[in-house]
């Protein structure tokens, strides 16, 4: 059993060094209110690619950024003037 313990010390340096990269995102507003007068705004996406052991690779990662409305249809209604009021 103590062999294992050891063996299983020497080589998690080498099995920690097979963790895949991971990405840590962050955007400058966390919510949008859309008000009658909204004519669009402005979001910056930034974040940090950490790499296991600090070790950069030759090649850059991608990185692909969707961004998503709602999944439901939204019923939107125009104020209109009915008898003058």
């Not at 949008?32 to 940090?48: N, Q």
């Not at 950490?50 to 030759?58: K, S």
């Amino acid at each position: 059993m103590m062999r294992w313990a050891l063996l299983l010390a020497l080589l998690a340096p080498l099995l920690m060094g097979q963790a895949r990269p991971r990405l840590v995102p962050a955007v400058s507003q966390q919510e949008v209110e859309i008000i009658y007068s909204f004519t669009g705004a402005e979001l910056m996406i930034y974040g940090a690619v950490l790499y296991p052991g600090g070790r950069i690779p030759a090649e850059p990662a991608d990185i692909v950024v969707v961004l998503k409305g709602p999944e439901q249809s939204i019923l939107m209604r125009e104020k209109q003037q009915r008898m003058g009021i």
